[in-house]
């Protein structure tokens, strides 16, 4: 039994801890609160504030760029709202990071996932071995990571000299600022 239910949390990121799988599928957390709260990376300048987003320019505010369909698919999948946060840096070094909150996993899932492929035309599917059921893809240039947390999309686009590691890091970062991990310790490593 004991087997089943460790099965059973597998594609919830790193298992059962906090109650299960229904409690996973619970958590919430205000978008602008996860990207606010991460460092900038070495080599990258100092970000601005986050910028806050609703359904109707969810696709902009992530990706720079309209993209048909796609802010009626977060209206219609329940995006309660998103922050952005954009970092830029030489030769074309640009990280962003996406925080969104919606009404349930599944429409957070889909149109993150869909963002990401988006964020890297042509690119190959990425799911890091720590992000399993997490949505990727990467390029030589670029690379995207979505990863859900319940109800929570965490999105990192990033293009130019930017490696798997920062875009790792960062989403771990905002894991945490999401649940309520303890942020201390280097925040500025791989």
């Known amino acids: 039994m004991a087997l089943v239910a460790a099965v059973a949390c597998v594609p919830l990121l790193a298992g059962c801890a906090g109650g299960g799988v229904a409690a996973q599928d619970s958590v919430e957390a205000d978008p602008a609160f996860i990207v606010r709260v991460l460092p900038t990376r070495p080599g990258l300048d100092i970000a601005g504030p986050e910028v806050k987003t609703g359904s109707g320019e969810f696709d902009k505010a992530a990706l720079g760029e309209s993209i048909p369909g796609l802010a009626k698919g977060a209206k219609d999948g329940g995006l309660r709202g998103a922050a952005t946060r954009t970092w830029t840096g030489s030769d074309g070094a640009r990280l962003v990071a996406v925080a969104s909150l919606w009404d349930d996993s599944e429409p957070a899932r ?32 670029a690379r995207a990571l979505n990863v859900v947390v319940g109800r929570v999309s965490l999105l990192v686009i990033a293009e130019g000299p930017i490696d798997d590691e920062a875009v790792l890091r960062t989403v771990d970062l905002m894991r945490k600022a999401t649940t309520g991990d303890d942020l201390e310790g280097p925040v500025s490593s791989g």
């Open 110 to 141: 889909a149109i993150g996932g869909q963002v990401a492929k988006a964020a890297v035309p042509g690119g190959t599917p990425w799911t890091p071995s720590q992000y399993g059921g997490s949505q990727g893809f990467r390029a030589e240039d």
